[in-house]
């Protein structure tokens, strides 16, 4: 029986409780990131809002300090010249420095030659700012990469660019406007430039461009709410938003969001709620897990106690009919053992019975009859009757009925008084273990309601046992230990009985010695 419960358990869990565990910490989780999420979400639209409001002012003062600086190289390049002077009012400090590089050479600036030496140290620049003045879209290509030679002549593919006058010896001139700056960048290094049309092809002029130092001029003007904005090269395939350079601004990791408090504060609630409810909600799985665990043991016990209980009077059948079955036995045995057989079957009948009438409360089954009558017409004989049970065994009874209850009406089931009644009279008999045993059963009115209190002089009951006293299958331990007839439903079937038909059964300590059982009963019209 203990394998079939822990089986139908363990299926119970993991039908029912586990999925519902699983929805519910799920739930939990949801809650937990709620909060979160929405910060990210807010944080997202904080960012782009406050990015919003920053560019126009980055890029009006990145436009202000490029205008300054191309403002410095005029309208005319200085083509042609050995020595190029350094523009009036010097670099920026953002501007690593200023060039000039023709079909022919690298012109040099007075005071920049530093700059110039290492410039004409970068082949892959140099080699994409002359292809890059002659078409602004050219890629990108280190010409001492093997790849980007021509196999047949071993010449750089790229390095190649138009030349009008074949003779690179002959005066340069510029021969037209300088073209539209623009801008472009290898790996850290950011060129700002134009085309200038000469004599002898085009003409790179333009400066080179420190990121980080201009960013330093840029950043003041970001928002407050953005503190860790940043100035970064753009990604392959991202738009920049800080043209004409290849820039990118960013908001950063940190964007400030001033209404935290306010936000948590109406998050609290919703969140709570979401957490109170997977709580109860496992709780309540645990619960109802803890409780169908109890089913099934009460069920167990049911069977194992009904089953025990049934056994004995059975066997006492078998037995004393098999003894009855001699042709030689004395007429007193023969007597004796009828006697035993008419109690055991009253005992079983009672047995049954109470099984019986338990099932049909389980099952929400009441009985539909209704007696109304005078209370002592009605109760006299149910008293007598129980006081009569007691007397056969060995009890002395006192029926105390008050005078006043006699005009009252009752309306109420006298089956199930009677059944009642009989229950507390065989509680009586299994636990008053004294030498002069008695029960006292007075009748008294109670507002509107009839009281029968049922009093007896045995040793009481345990404190520990007073909780769960009307919870079906619990007996003393004293009667288990003896082996006693019962299954443990009588007080429990009693009760339910009582409020079946419109009152009550409670227990009653106190200071002395012995059971009492207050039942009240609802009085008629």
Same mark, same amino acid.
């Not at 920026?92 to 140290?121: H, I, M, S, W, Y």
């Not at 006299?380 to 002395?396: D, I, N, Q, T, Y």
């Given at each position: ?92 400090? %953002? ?19 530093? %700059? ?33 030679? @021509? ?29 539209? %700056? ?156 009828? @006697? ?54 060995? %009890? ?130």
């Amino acid at each position: 029986m203990g394998r079939v419960m822990r089986k139908k358990t363990l299926i119970f869990f993991l039908v029912f409780v586990l999925p519902a565990l699983g929805v519910a910490l799920w739930q939990a989780l949801q809650a937990a990131r709620l909060e979160s999420e929405l910060q990210r979400i807010d944080r997202k639209a904080q960012a782009a809002r406050l990015l919003e409001l920053s560019l126009p002012r980055v890029q009006a003062e990145m436009g202000k300090l490029l205008a300054d600086e191309r403002k410095k190289l005029g309208d005319k390049p200085p083509v042609g010249l050995v020595n190029v002077p350094m523009p009036e009012g010097g670099k920026a400090d %953002f501007n690593c420095g200023f060039f000039l590089l023709t079909p022919a050479n690298l012109q040099t600036f007075v005071g920049d030659e530093n %700059f110039v030496r290492k410039l004409a140290d970068a082949p892959i620049l140099t080699n994409t700012i002359r292809r890059k003045a002659y078409n602004p879209s050219a890629p990108i290509i280190d010409p001492r990469e093997k790849s980007h030679y @021509d196999p047949e002549t071993q010449l750089p593919l790229f390095s190649v660019y138009e030349v009008t006058e074949t003779d690179l010896d002959a005066p340069i001139r510029c021969t037209g406007t300088p073209g539209p %700056f623009f801008a472009w960048h290898y790996k850290d290094n950011l060129i700002y430039m134009r085309s200038v049309p000469t004599t002898h092809g085009a003409a790179a002029d333009g400066f080179m461009i420190d990121r980080e130092k201009l960013a330093q001029h840029l950043l003041p003007l970001v928002e407050p709410g953005l503190p860790n904005a940043e100035i970064t090269f753009a990604d392959k395939g991202e738009t920049p938003n800080l043209s004409p350079l290849p820039l990118v601004l960013r908001p950063g990791d940190n964007v400030q969001l001033p209404d935290t408090v306010e936000r948590r504060r109406a998050l609290r609630g919703p969140v709570i709620s979401a957490w109170l409810i997977s709580i109860l909600t496992i709780a309540g799985m645990f619960a109802l897990l803890a409780f169908y665990s109890r089913v099934e043991q009460r069920r167990a016990d049911f069977v194992s106690s009904v089953t025990h209980e049934l056994r004995t009077p059975l066997t006492s059948f078998q037995l004393y009919t098999e003894m009855l079955r001699d042709p030689d036995l004395s007429a007193e045995k023969r007597q004796e053992y009828h @006697d035993i057989l008419y109690r055991e079957s009253l005992r079983l009948g009672h047995l049954v019975e109470n099984v019986l009438a338990f099932a049909r409360l389980t099952r929400g089954k009441v009985r539909g009859r209704c007696d109304v009558g005078g209370c002592e017409q009605l109760i006299s004989p149910l008293l007598e009757k129980s006081a009569e049970h007691l007397r056969k065994a060995g %009890f002395v009874v006192h029926i105390n009925m008050d005078k006043r209850t006699r005009l009252l009406r009752l309306r109420t089931d006298l089956v199930s008084v009677e059944q009642i009644l009989l229950n507390l009279a065989d509680n009586a008999i299994k636990y008053v273990e004294v030498e002069h045993p008695v029960v006292t059963i007075n009748v008294l009115q109670k507002h509107r309601s009839l009281v029968l209190r049922f009093s007896d002089n045995g040793p009481g009951i345990a404190p520990e046992l007073r909780r769960r006293l009307f919870r079906p299958f619990t007996r003393a331990e004293q009667v288990q230990e003896a082996r006693k007839t019962g299954v443990g439903l009588g007080l429990a079937l009693s009760r339910d009985l009582a409020r079946s038909i419109g009152g009550d059964l409670v227990a009653e300590f106190g200071a002395e010695k012995g059971s009492s059982f207050l039942l009240t009963l609802p009085l008629g019209e």
